[in-house]
């Protein structure tokens, strides 16, 4: 439908209150930084108890099918109640069901999700259809959603690399704008619809001035420390990290999750510790994407490896912007861990992450209607007005 020019705001559709560090900067970078850019933009505020619940329950047992004792769900519980309140400070829309956003079939008396001159879907892994929860959601490929323009910033498929079936295609067809955030992506894109979608920053790089910077109040240890963030690591890696560490004098916390072979288990940080934490880190080791973003957001010395689960996110990062040296293996000689954590990383890096922020903001630009269509873009019917100076 048209959207009347009362209606002016842009819409954000992402996974903003998933217990996860990465999912809620992301979502919050995003749309401050399109707020910044002169869009009026919120989180489209999609409810689904199904999915609370999953998210609840994995919030409180991340690491399963490993056992988590009774204490260390209560420590879960306290990050849980620190992530709602978070949420809770973010600009979102009304609330509308995920399942069922036009109010089509009346859903608990819902009101439907309102109307927007412009949707922004993504980041995140918005189009994995391996997620547990949320995959194959037909909201985020367009279904249901009420907007004169919708398009996509950073989208991905995860860990998703199989052909993309034409049934899924289709639904992205009707995207006026498509951009993803890693070369999996990409490809599928490409190979699917037969265009180059482009390239761009995940929020939390292109908009890294939004996050908190390593200055106000600290929770944290006073003395200097190494971060560990993420899970089920192998047992080389650890060994060789705490080596590093213990070898430096440094302690390793481990924050957000349970990892015995750190220093200290940090499980009720909350969001805006988890930020400061990365940002104060003499070094971070991690399997986690966004373990790497953030590591490189603050120029901090990392390595990584990759997890099943996010293999693909993670390379893909590391080769986009020339990190290959970062990410470390089974062969992998205590030297490699030696030479990444004991630097920050190369300038060349950072100078790959300046020139991707400008097309990125270049991408935004054309995608929010501002200067009409381009590479990535299906050509609108009719272009619509301005959405900022």
């Known amino acids: 439908m048209q959207v009347t020019r009362e209606q002016p705001k842009t819409g954000v559709l992402t996974f903003h209150r998933c217990i996860n560090y990465g999912s809620y900067w992301q979502a919050r970078c995003l749309v401050e930084g399109l707020r910044g850019r002169g869009l009026d ?3 489209l505020e999609h409810d689904s108890p199904r999915v609370t ?3 609840w329950q994995c919030a ?14 209560l420590r879960y519980g306290v990050k849980l109640l620190r992530f709602l309140r978070a949420f809770a400070a973010l600009p979102r829309s009304r609330r509308f069901p995920l399942d069922d956003p036009g109010g089509a079939r009346g859903a608990n008396d819902a009101p439907a999700m309102d109307a927007y001159r412009l949707v922004v879907v ?9 997620h547990p ?27 998703h690399d199989t052909v993309l079936e034409p049934w899924w295609a289709d639904r992205l067809r009707r995207f006026d704008s498509i951009s993803v955030r890693d070369e999996n992506s990409l490809g599928l894109i490409r190979s699917a ?3 180059e979608p482009d390239l761009v920053l995940d929020p939390c790089l292109q908009f890294s001035e939004r996050l908190p910077q390593p200055q106000g109040r600290w929770r944290g240890p006073r003395e ?16 060789e990290v705490r080596r590093w560490a213990h070898g430096r004098g440094l302690p ?13 288990q940090w499980l009720t940080a909350g969001p805006h510790d988890f930020a400061q934490c990365i940002a104060r880190a003499e070094a971070v080791a991690t399997n986690f994407f966004h373990g790497c973003v953030f590591a490189l957001a603050h120029t901090r010395p990392f390595v990584c490896e990759a997890s099943s689960y996010r293999s693909i996110k993670v390379q893909n990062l590391m080769a986009t912007v020339g990190g290959e040296a970062h990410v470390m293996r089974a062969e992998s000689p205590p030297e490699a861990y030696d030479a990444q954590l004991g630097e920050p990383p190369h300038p060349a890096m950072a100078n790959t992450i300046r020139r991707m922020r400008e097309s990125s903001n270049r991408y935004l630009d054309r995608a929010a209607g501002v200067h009409g269509a381009g590479r990535g873009d299906r050509a609108p019917e009719a272009e619509p007005a301005p959405l900022a100076a």
Do not use: M
Request: net charge negative.
């Open 133 to 159: 929860w949320f995959g194959g959601c037909g909201l985020f490929w367009g279904e249901g959603v009420r907007a004169s323009r919708l398009v996509s910033y950073a989208a991905s498929f995860g860990n």
């Open 41 to 43: 933009a919120v989180l």
């Open 224 to 239: 200097p420390f190494a971060a560990v963030y993420g899970h089920s690591f192998t047992p080389s890696f650890a060994q």
């Open 60 to 73: 409180l047992q991340p690491v399963l099918p490993e056992y988590v004792p009774y204490a260390d769900r």
């Open 53 to 55: 619940t999953a998210e």
């Open 122 to 130: 993504g980041s995140d892994e918005v189009w994995n259809l391996r």
């Open 193 to 195: 619809l037969g265009f």
């Open 252 to 264: 390793l916390v481990s924050i957000g999750y349970r990892n015995a072979w750190a220093d200290v």
